[in-house]
């Protein structure tokens, strides 16, 4: 009985973990998004674009400096017991030496380097920064989710998130120059945050050489390493070419509605972090059919989040920017519909990232990377940047395809219903372009996306009460 009592308790602690990550990751980015009006109207859009420059290529240089390295965690977990805490701190001590190693080397040639990255010395001094910050945060934030400390990352994301605004809004209006002031406000929290976390884990002598650990990460996240540079590039290497084009102005636009865009993203990453780890430990237990009856309604969860954000689109582009970044508009259904299915085909990612099969991932993202650059160099100025959204939309559904093809053909695992992902993905493309049509229809949009909510709502009731149903028993054993 208690052996019972014990195992719900767990199943429990997990599903609070996993509510409280994604409920913290929502509302914390959602005041990113919220934010952003100011920025646009404080900031003039070159020093928008210039901000959202130096962002674009932290997210492709982070890759090669942590090296993928989280993605090894939740195996570990597994594979070295009561060992996380000394596993994540030499993944740590690693990450640090190789972002020392190449902050020196970019400081001693930072004249070629900075022409090269299209940025002036001052904001790549300031991406150098922002890359010594970053490995430890990223490397502990993954830790956390792993041990269940949801506490512990909802206060770093309410840290980074006002800090941040605070520090940001300081400097724009204290510094001459309000893009660099936007710059340091976002680089200074995560450096202050980082040295914290450094100073934490040597006081508790997590931060140490076992070479061991480093062999294991590198083996399963090297191959990865590939693999999340390209995702990088597909994310930003339509705002690069959209700026060597048309320049900084016409990147600024087409940011600002890829970041409302990528708001469903945040939202579903949100969903898909917190069902990981639950995702791990019941794999390794070989109950794939509960995983293929629990991920359905997280699919169709992500389908109405697609839907509902693009129906919003215009009013939401009315709040986040003046009446120069409206036009913008039109990138919000192509990137959300993207967004969609790569949720969908990171489903087939977790099952090669368990059975550390992860060349297969690299290998797809790689070549839906390289066509996505070749793609936006021919399509981009032939038809602005609003071809850059469909270019990617396009390269992710090749990567469903490729992925679907790798678990099913080559690794014979069977572990989610394909013909219901394609369906949802068919739907959710159906009722995107349905909104789009509707646009000029405020009214009939707004009741139409009211009764999609309806019936998701209603069709998932049963669930919705057994997770009640879970709350209530685990505050009867408190009692």
Not at 2 to 9: D, L, R, V
Not at 124 to 132: A, F, H, P
Not at 214 to 221: N, T
Request: aromatic share 14%; with cysteine.
């Amino acid at each position: 009985m208690n052996s019972n009592k014990g195992e719900i308790s767990e199943e429990n602690n997990m599903l609070k973990a996993g509510l409280w990550y994604t409920i913290s990751s929502i509302s914390i980015k959602a005041i990113g998004i919220i934010t952003t009006p100011l920025y646009t109207r404080l900031l003039s859009t070159s020093d928008y674009g210039k901000v959202i420059t130096m962002t674009s290529w932290y997210s492709i240089i982070s890759v090669f400096v942590v090296m993928a390295l989280y993605y090894s965690i939740g195996r570990a977990k597994i594979d070295f017991p009561g060992k996380l805490n000394e596993y994540v701190g030499s993944l740590q001590l690693f990450s640090g030496l190789v972002t020392l190693i190449l902050t020196i080397f970019c400081i001693v040639f930072i004249k070629p380097v900075s022409a090269l990255l299209g940025m002036n010395k001052a904001y790549t001094l300031i991406l150098l920064l922002y890359l010594m910050a970053e490995p430890a945060i990223i490397l502990n934030q993954n830790k956390y989710k792993y041990q269940y400390k949801y506490k512990s990352n909802i206060a770093i994301s309410v840290y980074i998130t006002l800090a941040t605004l605070g520090m940001s809004f300081a400097l724009i209006f204290i510094l001459p120059d309000r893009g660099i002031g936007r710059a340091l406000g976002i680089v200074l929290s995560a450096a202050f945050l980082s040295l914290g976390m450094w100073i934490s884990a040597l006081k508790n002598g997590y931060i140490h050489w076992n070479t061991k650990y480093i062999v294991y990460g590198l083996k399963i996240s090297v191959p990865l390493i590939l693999h999340t540079i390209s995702l990088s590039i597909m994310a930003q290497s339509d705002r690069l070419v959209i700026t060597k084009f048309f320049g900084d102005t016409q990147t600024a636009i087409y940011s600002l509605a890829y970041q409302y865009a990528v708001l469903i993203d945040l939202v579903l990453n949100a969903v898909g972090q917190a069902w990981l780890p639950w995702f791990h430990d019941t794999y390794g237990t070989g109950h794939t059919e509960l995983i293929r009856e629990k991920v359905k309604p997280l699919v169709v969860l992500g389908g109405v989040v697609t839907i509902g954000a693009v129906a919003i689109a215009p009013e939401a582009m009315m709040i986040l920017g003046p009446k120069d970044y409206q036009v913008g508009v039109w990138v919000v259904a192509p990137v959300a519909f993207g967004t969609f299915i790569k949720y969908l085909f990171q489903n087939y990612e977790h099952v090669e990232l368990h059975i550390k099969k992860t060349w297969y991932i690299s290998a797809a993202t790689l070549v839906g990377a390289g066509a996505n650059v070749v793609l936006n160099y021919y399509f981009v100025p032939r038809y602005g940047f609003i071809a850059a959204a469909y270019t990617t939309m396009v390269c992710y559904i090749f990567l469903m395809l490729a992925h679907n093809f790798v678990v099913r053909a080559i690794l014979k695992q069977h572990v989610y219903s394909d013909c219901f992902f394609y369906l949802s993905s068919i739907v959710c493309g159906i009722l995107c372009v349905g909104a789009v049509l509707l646009y000029p229809y405020v009214l009939v949009r707004y009741m139409s996306i009211t009764a999609i909510v309806i019936v998701f709502l209603a069709s998932n009731k049963t669930a919705i009460k057994e997770m009640l149903k879970k709350k209530k028993v685990k505050d009867k054993w408190k009692e």
